[in-house]
């Protein structure tokens, strides 16, 4: 797969309100997962083309924390350069390449940072690339239908719920 949508570029940042509508704010902003696993009935299956919702494993910390991290999507995405069942019921899938697969399989071919490179901005991931790739167009069909705003979540702050696990009021440390 490739994944995009964070503008930071680091594979940290998240979309804020204002990218959603005009009169939005800097908040950050998460959206409901939309697969079998989070109680929705999501029939588009991950094959090559395919389209879906990057988010966070929270339960790596602990198993708790499912429902956290099936609703922390926002900007980031990822297009499935082959099948991959594995996903199927555990994350969303929203769209497909219907044109272009071309352009996909040639993004999966350019040039990456090993993760040594890539201390600058603290992403660890071998895939970076050495020239960022972006999208300069693109076009999405709906098929005349209005899907209207995503309703958003308050996202899942999990230094907050760390220290809680500690009995640590995170308002009371020092940021010095």
Not at 11 to 31: H, P, R
Not at 102 to 118: C, G, L, Q, R, T
């Amino acid at each position: 797969m490739i994944q995009g949508g964070d503008k930071q570029g680091t594979g940290q940042g998240s979309a804020t309100l204002k990218d959603l509508k005009d009169d939005g704010s800097d908040e950050t902003y998460s959206i409901k997962g939309e697969f079998i696993a989070n109680g929705v009935d999501n029939k588009l299956k991950f094959e090559e083309g395919v389209i879906g919702m990057a988010r966070n494993d929270y339960t790596s910390y602990s198993s708790s924390l499912a429902e956290e991290s099936y609703n922390s999507g926002s900007s980031q995405f990822f297009i499935m350069t082959k099948d991959n069942a594995s996903l199927n019921g555990y994350y969303t899938s929203f769209g497909k390449v219907i044109e272009g697969m071309d352009v996909i399989h040639n993004i999966e071919n350019v040039e990456v940072k090993a993760a040594d490179d890539s201390e600058e901005t603290g992403n660890t991931e071998v895939s970076t690339p050495v020239n960022p790739v972006k999208i300069t167009s693109i076009r999405v069909e709906t098929n005349g239908t209005d899907y209207g705003l995503p309703t958003t979540l308050e996202p899942f702050d999990y230094m907050t719920w760390l220290y809680s696990q500690y009995g640590i009021d995170p308002n009371s440390l020092s940021t010095n």
